[in-house]
């Protein structure tokens, strides 16, 4: 047997079990491409998941995802194998997402999505699928996030670290560089701060409800 | 709230855990006997319940805010795993010969794509995808090709402009190698010429001092 198919059948099973570390160093000695296609199979879920809380733009977040994977690639040989391959891509992609916010701020570009105040979420597990209750957790959902999006970016990152990628601080601390205690005190921070804008972004929504007119309601 | 120990204050003062601590508790970080502490000051201390009942709010309202699946399309979202291998296994073929002085040719880019194409057809065999996501990892694939291909393009200008610069470099250092070759014959024949000179010089000037023999006797 000979040719890519014998590469995939010998290689494919022993990339099965291995490690982020170990795959990750096969990458670097070896280009070993199979192996890098099984980092990115498991890691974009993840990297999409927060380029998009950190970020704010669903679609955007996957194409820096693109970004990152290349830039993993192609830093490979920058990769040092006592560290972990988790730490080296997060930091990664954290940077390309300040990057963004840099230039959407830059920009200030305002997305349909900002104007119109529909983000696509979904339903939280456990909710009813009835159009109201949809449209109610839709809403919540789209201040959070736009609570979140207010958030300095040194708050904003504990927090979706913490709280939606299920890092332990130890580990923050070692993808931000800076130490455990400070990924702690801005998470204590960021959390004050987040029912703070909340809040007010609230008391907002519900100010304007009052002043729209029945027939604008409708529409 | 900077103590350590909860309730440990003296004279009535109560002290309080950190905000750091309370994020240890909240995110279950802490040890199980610390934890059962913190229960103890929450129940004893209205202030820290209150505060520690705004951060579980904050808690629950940031769940509120669910990421969507990945929609996938054969034009945007993520490459799949094959049309990732392909252009890894692109990407260190043309980093390879972009590393070499010669531009790649036509033959040696024919070459990738039908090294690319072995791979996808290989993908294809082995009968794990349906007909949508084999055309989707498909044109993921020629989508990558062009854009390697234009790399390798940008690259081999790249060098051609390094080539040049290098040329004029070596070019220039050549002139001034000229010049210096010229300029240190020249400081030879002066040095030549005077040092001739005065061997000339010396010689003259011996044939002065020296005695004449018929001299010595008429002066005696």
Redesign the interface.
């Known amino acids: 047997m000979t ?3 014998a590469t ?1 059948k010998t290689i494919l099973p022993m990339l099965a079990g291995a490690s982020d570390e170990q795959m990750m160093w096969r ?1 670097k000695m070896a ?1 070993d ?2 192996a ?3 980092l ?2 498991r890691w ?2 993840p990297l ?2 927060l380029c ?2 950190l970020t704010g733009d ?2 955007r977040a ?1 194409d820096l ?2 970004v990152v ?1 290349t830039r993993v ?2 830093g490979r040989g920058g990769w040092e194998p006592r560290s972990r391959f988790s730490t080296f891509v997060w930091r990664i992609a954290i940077n390309l997402c300040h990057d963004e916010t840099r230039r959407k701020n830059r920009l200030r570009e305002c997305s349909l999505e900002d104007l119109t105040g529909e983000f ?5 597990d456990g909710q009813s699928a009835s159009p109201d209750l949809e449209a109610d ?1 839709r809403e ?3 201040l ?2 736009r ?2 999006m207010q958030l300095a970016e040194p708050y904003r990152e504990v ?1 979706v670290l ?3 990628e299920g890092m ?2 130890a580990e923050i601390a070692a993808v931000l560089g800076i130490p455990e ?1 400070t990924a ?2 801005r ?3 960021g ?2 701060q ?2 703070r804008r ?1 809040k007010h972004l609230t008391e907002e929504l519900s100010c304007n409800r009052k002043n729209q007119t029945p027939e604008l309601r409708v529409l | 709230m900077q103590s350590k120990e909860p309730n440990a204050g003296t004279a009535g003062v109560m002290k309080h855990p950190s ?6 508790f909240l ?1 279950d ?1 802490t040890t199980p006997e610390r934890k059962t502490q913190l229960r103890a000051h929450l129940e004893k201390c209205p202030e820290c319940a209150r505060q520690v009942e ?2 579980r ?3 629950t ?10 929609r996938g399309s054969a034009r ?4 799949g ?2 049309g ?6 692109l ?2 073929m043309t980093a390879f010969l972009t590393g070499r002085l010669t531009s790649p040719t036509r033959g040696e880019l024919s070459e990738l794509k039908r090294t690319v194409a ?2 996808a057809n ?1 993908a294809r ?1 082995n009968g794990n995808s349906s007909n949508a996501v084999y055309m989707a990892r498909l044109a993921a694939t020629e989508e990558t090709l062009r854009l390697f291909s234009d790399f390798a393009a940008l690259q081999a200008q790249e060098r051609q402009t390094e080539r040049e610069e290098i040329e004029a470099t070596l070019a220039n250092f050549d002139t001034r190698l000229g010049r210096m070759r010229s300029e240190l014959e020249t400081v030879a024949v002066n040095t030549y010429n005077g040092f001739e000179q005065t061997h000339r010089n010396l010689t003259r000037l011996a044939s002065y001092s020296a005695p004449r023999p018929g001299n010595a006797r008429e002066n005696n």
């Open positions: 040719g890519p198919d995939m990458v280009g491409s199979e890098f296609a099984r990115v199979a974009e879920k999409v998941n998009t809380r669903a679609d996957r995802v693109q994977f690639f192609s696509a979420t979904e339903l939280a957790a919540r959902g789209e959070v996030r609570a979140l927090l913490r709280h939606y332990k601080f205690g702690k005190s998470m204590a921070e959390l004050t987040l029912n909340l | 905000p750091e601590e309370w994020m240890s995110y970080e705004g951060w709010g904050a808690q309202d940031l769940d509120r805010w669910v990421i969507p699946a990945v945007r979202g993520v490459i795993r094959v990732w291998a392909a252009a890894a296994a990407f260190i072995a791979l290989s065999d």
